[in-house]
Nanobody, 118 residues
Framework: QVQLVESGGALVQPGGSLRLSCAAS????????LGWYRQSPGKQREMVAV???????TYAASVKVRFTISRDHATRTVYLQMNSLNGEDTAVYYC????????????WGEGTLVTVSS
């Protein structure tokens, strides 16, 4: 059974930092592109950052420079380091794993809430 479990969401003040983690089980993560997506109330889910199996990284323009995605195959974890947070970053953050040979095989975590507010 495949599970992606996010953690690290919290209430943080503007300008603060958080690190999100997503622990994967039931898959060999070296065979999956890993990504973070987010969804704010009333908005569609959007891509935040993706790191492929070849360690090619893509960021949304709104988070580039401020966020860093990384993956650790030994611990089967993908991370999202978020710095200089602002209110626009408030959202539920979801972890995604997409099979590199067939992108219709895709798994999602249940999400972790990040709230940026003073």
């Amino acid at each position: 059974q495949v599970q992606l479990v996010e953690s690290g969401g919290a209430l943080v003040q503007p300008g603060g930092s958080l690190r999100l983690s997503c622990a994967a089980s039931g898959i060999i993560i070296s065979n999956y592109h890993l990504g973070w997506y987010r969804q704010s109330p009333g908005k569609q889910r959007e891509m935040v950052a993706v790191i492929t199996t070849y360690v090619y990284i893509t960021y949304a323009a709104s988070v580039k420079v401020r966020f860093t995605i990384s993956r650790d195959h030994a611990t089967r974890t993908v991370y999202l380091q978020m710095n200089s947070l602002n209110g626009e970053d408030t959202a539920v953050y979801y972890c995604n794993a997409k099979f590199k040979w067939r992108d219709t095989i895709s798994y999602w975590g249940e999400g972790t809430l990040v709230t940026v507010s003073s």
